[in-house]
């Protein structure tokens, strides 16, 4: 067992997006693990400055943030490293960290990150020399597993799948009625159907398939009087234009909310305003927004081409659709807001994916892990 682990990041929290989110609840569930077995425990976060941290999720004698310093994450890590520790390597982009440990350290063990895209293409050889090098693979979903094995012959003993698990620290709701001051700020009433996304829009990434949930939007006005579509996330000039021709072009103007970046506190808020949460995305390595939502309550409607298929339990927990089928996404859609979860339904549903995607049980794998036994995706 390790008597050191440390968690290498490239950003944890000057950024929102999936994977500093996924690596904030790895580096809390690990310091517990740690304070648990009196282990020391470090997270090094490359793009982070010291000012970034947010100390709820790791007290600030466990943290560095190096401001960009390459050199000195390499540095610090390659001396610090002995061989009785763990590092853990949030990102395939820390691959020649980690090969300059195994050949230095080879006793150090060192566990690679594999969250999504990043890792669906072509690898560099110093990216393929880390995946035989490190000595576990910890893949965010078996759609990811499948792939480091199917497009880089990655060794399927090291592979194991490590569902991601809900932000210990997101404010999850007690009571699912629609909040006033969002109805308020959106002109709305809580009779107002409402279909939700939240994702980044960005014109380098064109595979979330809100596009087609607007195109969709011109057939579903028709069938829900008042139906709105919130579509949330920070978006660049470029894509912006791009979804406002879109919006013109299929005559939903009165149906489509573009809101921007949502503030973390806010997250909850808009889950609860809406019926449905839909994002028929075509690479997601897991997606972290989905427990998100089936956290607060709300339906999920994803892809069936990428790890979104984990994040509602292959299908237990949510609806996957073919992401290409306008049409499917319209019916599935229809059906979900023709029948509407009761309020003690969301309560349900909120239970059920807690039960599944908790820290608790995200930590009990991790304990696995680092105490190498073979870890089983678990299945209930």
């Not at 669906?120 to 910890?138: A, G, M, V």
């Not at 339906?299 to 049409?327: F, H, M, T, W, Y």
């Not at 039960?355 to 892990?369: D, P, S, T």
């Amino acid at each position: 067992m390790p008597k050191k682990v440390s968690l290498l990041a490239l950003q944890t929290f000057s950024a929102t997006g999936g994977i500093q989110k996924m690596v904030r609840t790895l580096a809390h569930s690990l310091h517990a693990i740690c304070r648990e077995n009196n282990w020391e425990m470090q997270l090094s976060s490359l793009y982070d400055s010291a000012s970034d941290l947010l100390p709820q999720y790791i007290p600030a004698e466990n943290y560095k943030g190096f401001d960009k310093n390459k050199v000195g994450i390499i540095l610090s890590t390659l001396l610090g490293a002995k061989k009785g520790d763990t590092i853990i390597l949030s990102h395939i982009n820390f691959a020649i960290l980690g090969v300059l440990v195994k050949l230095l350290k080879p006793g150090c063990t060192v566990m690679l990150v594999a969250h999504g895209i990043e890792v669906w293409r072509p690898l560099t050889p110093l990216k393929r020399s880390l995946l035989e090098h490190c000595d576990k693979i910890l893949c965010v979903s078996q759609f990811t597993k499948d792939k480091m094995i199917t497009l880089h012959n990655a060794d399927r003993q090291k592979c194991v799948v490590l569902n991601n698990a809900i932000d210990p620290f997101i404010e999850l709701p007690k009571v699912f009625a629609k909040p006033q001051n969002l109805l308020n700020r959106y002109g709305l009433t809580a009779e107002n159907p409402v279909v939700f996304t939240l994702t980044r829009l960005a014109s380098t990434e064109k595979y979330k398939g809100y596009e087609n949930v607007i195109v969709a939007m011109g057939t579903l006005k028709k069938k829900f009087q008042g139906i709105k579509y919130i579509l949330s996330g920070k978006y660049d000039s470029q894509e912006e234009m791009r979804v406002k021709a879109l919006i013109k072009k299929h005559d939903v103007a009165d149906n489509v909310i573009l809101t921007g970046f949502v503030e973390e506190a806010e997250l909850a808020g808009h889950f609860l305003l809406a019926d449905l949460f839909v994002l028929p995305s075509k690479k997601e390595g897991f997606g972290i927004v989905f427990i998100e939502a089936l956290a607060c309550g709300l339906p999920v409607i994803c892809g069936n081409a990428d790890g979104s298929i984990d994040a509602i339990r292959q299908g237990e927990l949510g609806k996957a659709i073919d992401p290409d089928n306008i049409k499917e996404l319209e019916k599935q859609i229809t059906e979900n807001l023709t029948h509407p979860l009761a309020l003690s339904e969301r309560k349900r549903l909120q239970d059920k994916c807690l039960q599944y995607f908790n820290e608790g049980a995200y930590i009990n794998n991790l304990k696995v892990l680092l105490c190498n036994t073979p870890l089983t995706h678990p299945d209930a």
